[in-house]
């Protein structure tokens, strides 16, 4: 259940395009691209070093979450069942095994981390928006950073005001200090998205829905997922009673 947002051209406006200009560093990670934007006046300085903390931290999770590497944790933990895994997965993404399961139980396996069987986990829909939360607790530690890190589409912002578009619209938001975005659709890669109680292949109309949190991208990522599963009317109902304080972009 793999998704890739749709938020692209991530563009500064106003007030932030003239404090400074604009540092950015990218590279393949997870599937797809990981990246690193930074405004400020020490932003040229700090690059690199930041760069390089996010780069690790997102390869550390791909080691242990990299559901096509027979070698890697979560591959080697498949067979198990929800407990055994909870207690033997490494500490560094046991938040991300939990959510996953969680989001399963209150979707009614709609969102399953299973989809492919029993036996199988795969947690695609979640793992970019936690490695991005993960690097944002480690640069949020260092004074100064005004940063926004990016993996695959899954955005959040760290220190400043950073406003994005959405692909396929004329619609832009602004990031604040914490905020985070996700988007899932199929236009780029096709048919992807399963429902995952079945892991048949979704009959809809909708272009993409975008998901803004105050503060996780990994719940952005996984309700970006839910709700285009779920379709408008079931989503929004889903997002009123569980998450209230996100607010949803749909693209039909």
Not at 4 to 11: E, P, Q, S, T
Not at 23 to 30: K, N
Request: proline share 2%; glycine share 10%; hydrophobic share 45%.
């Amino acid at each position: 259940m793999r998704i890739i947002a749709a938020i692209v051209g991530l563009l500064l406006v106003g007030a932030c395009a003239r404090e400074s200009a604009v540092e950015r560093v990218e590279w393949p990670v997870m599937g797809t691209v990981g990246a690193l934007q930074m405004k400020g006046g020490d932003a040229a300085k700090m690059i690199k070093e930041d760069a390089a903390t996010v780069r690790e931290t997102f390869s550390k999770i791909e080691k242990l979450l990299n559901a096509h590497d027979a070698t890697s944790e979560l591959s080697r933990l498949a067979s198990a069942d929800d407990a055994v895994i909870l207690a033997s997965c490494d500490d560094f993404v046991r938040p991300c095994y939990r959510a996953a399961f969680k989001f399963r139980d209150v979707t009614d396996g709609r969102f399953n981390p299973r989809w492919r069987g029993a036996k199988t986990l795969d947690l695609g829909a979640i793992a970019k928006g936690y490695a991005v939360d993960v690097a944002s607790r480690q640069l949020k530690a260092k004074p100064g950073v005004k940063a926004l890190i990016d993996l695959g589409g899954n955005l959040k912002a760290v220190g400043g005001d950073w406003m994005v578009a959405i692909a396929g619209s004329e619609r832009m938001v602004t990031l604040k200090d914490g905020m985070a975005c996700a988007t899932s659709g199929e236009y780029f890669r096709g048919r992807h998205i399963r429902d995952g109680r079945s892991g048949a292949e979704l009959k809809t109309k909708i272009f993409s829905v975008t998901v803004i949190h105050p503060d996780s991208a990994m719940i952005a990522d996984a309700l970006s997922t839910i709700m285009f599963i779920l379709g408008k009317e079931k989503g929004d109902a889903f997002l009123k009673t569980h998450h209230p304080e996100s607010t949803a972009i749909w693209l039909e």
